[in-house]
């Protein structure tokens, strides 16, 4: 069963993500794994544009997305080594959320009860959560997006925000570990689809799937991962789990650490790094990560041009801004400058905020690499102390 298991996880994983799928060619994909057996055939598709698949009587949706975090549809060339799926480094992965789907699918082939739901849109915008999470049941008591980085996540804060409570998180950890992981609670998470059903389902969460460095051509898999996690997911008793967090009331964590991988850490009183210290007056109103706050500030087209509303109603096209004209000058040896592309194509003029600085940081650079340091350095300096 353990082999029978493994080779199923890995070669999904493997046809997922034979290709990027960005915003806009979502049914695509659906239809081609279909074709492939890979998605079920009875998957439906909802008024919003998301795909899912109801299984027996459950209080549970379980949740992942189908669009890839770039601008183009691309062949992806994978490199195994050992447990580590990675590209030829001239594309992204797309386990980010190819990893969160292949579970679902695993769990939809053991007939595990629940709603699963896959996603369009999350990369720019939580578009089709956000659509679903106006009309949906009030009758779920959690929804479980499989979509952080890492290992070890049990997600209790989504930008700052709580959208589970510490009991559920505490008893999903626990009962995760019984299979041999190492889960726990966290409270430095993003935002994911999961975020935009906390007005009206108890208990949202983001569990980490074994991807690091996602939106960038060095994002990996740890295949392992994916393959223990699926057969713990099989043994959660998920409609045990508590209910505890109250919907109509809102609370912040005013002590979060953005990412355990750096030093970087938000309070009420400001960000801190080094010696140099920045106000935080709209911190906690800041809601999306990286690219869905570029979506909530601009609007994208589905074929990937991005623009933004002039105040008059038209759109007009973004061109990059000269505060990253010196940016131009950070590429590699081997031409690789993929990661200030996708900065430029984001920002178009000099009101960068710290919180976007740290979030481009943690989410596209490479900080071992002089280049990405030197980046950003530029932008760092373009703030006004």
């Not at 999904?12 to 659906?30: Q, R, W």
């Not at 062949?75 to 992204?92: E, F, M």
């Not at 959660?236 to 609370?251: G, M, Y």
Request: with cysteine; aromatic share 12%; charged share 25%.
């Amino acid at each position: 069963m353990s082999k029978e298991s493994f080779n199923y996880i890995k070669n999904t994983f493997l046809k997922l993500t034979s290709k990027t799928y960005p915003y806009g060619y979502e049914d695509e994909l659906v239809t081609e794994m279909k074709t492939e057996g890979i998605f079920p055939q009875n998957l439906e598709q909802d008024k919003h544009g998301n795909w899912f698949i109801k299984l027996g009587e459950s209080k549970t949706i379980f949740a992942s997305h189908l669009d890839t975090a770039c601008k183009d549809q691309v062949v992806v060339n994978h490199k195994i080594d050992g447990n580590i799926i990675r590209t030829d480094g001239k594309s992204i992965l797309g386990a980010d959320d190819k990893a969160g789907v292949t579970i679902l699918l695993w769990m939809i082939k053991n007939e595990i009860p629940g709603l699963y739901y896959f996603f369009m849109g999350e990369e720019v915008g939580c578009i089709g959560s956000g659509l679903l999470s106006k009309d949906i049941s009030k009758d779920f008591n959690r929804i479980i997006s499989f979509d952080r980085r890492g290992n070890t996540s049990v997600i209790t804060h989504q930008s700052t925000i709580r959208t589970c409570s510490d009991e559920f998180a505490k008893e999903l950890s626990k009962q995760l570990n019984k299979s041999g992981l190492s889960y726990v609670t966290d409270s430095t998470g993003v935002y994911t689809d999961s975020a935009e059903f906390v007005s009206v389902i108890p208990e949202c969460t983001n569990i980490s799937v074994g991807y690091n460095s996602e939106h960038t051509f060095n994002e990996s898999q740890d295949i392992s991962h994916l393959h223990k996690l699926a057969l713990a997911c099989l043994k959660v008793d998920w409609e045990s789990l508590p209910t505890k967090r109250d919907t109509s009331k809102q609370e912040t964590s005013y002590d979060w650490e953005y990412d355990s991988r750096s030093n970087t850490k938000w309070n009420s009183r400001g960000f801190s790094r080094g010696n140099k210290k920045w106000s935080n007056k709209n911190f906690h109103s800041y809601r999306y990560d990286y690219d869905d706050y570029y979506e909530s500030r601009f609007q994208k087209t589905r074929s990937k041009k991005a623009f933004y509303d002039s105040g008059n109603g038209n759109l007009q096209e973004i061109e990059p801004g000269n505060w990253l004209s010196s940016v131009n000058n950070f590429e590699t040896k081997t031409g690789d400058n993929y990661k200030y592309d996708s900065v430029k194509d984001k920002f178009f003029n000099t009101s960068l905020s710290k919180e976007e600085i740290e979030i481009i940081k943690n989410q596209y650079l490479d900080m071992k690499n002089p280049d990405d340091r030197n980046c950003y350095e530029v932008m760092v300096n373009s703030l006004v102390y």
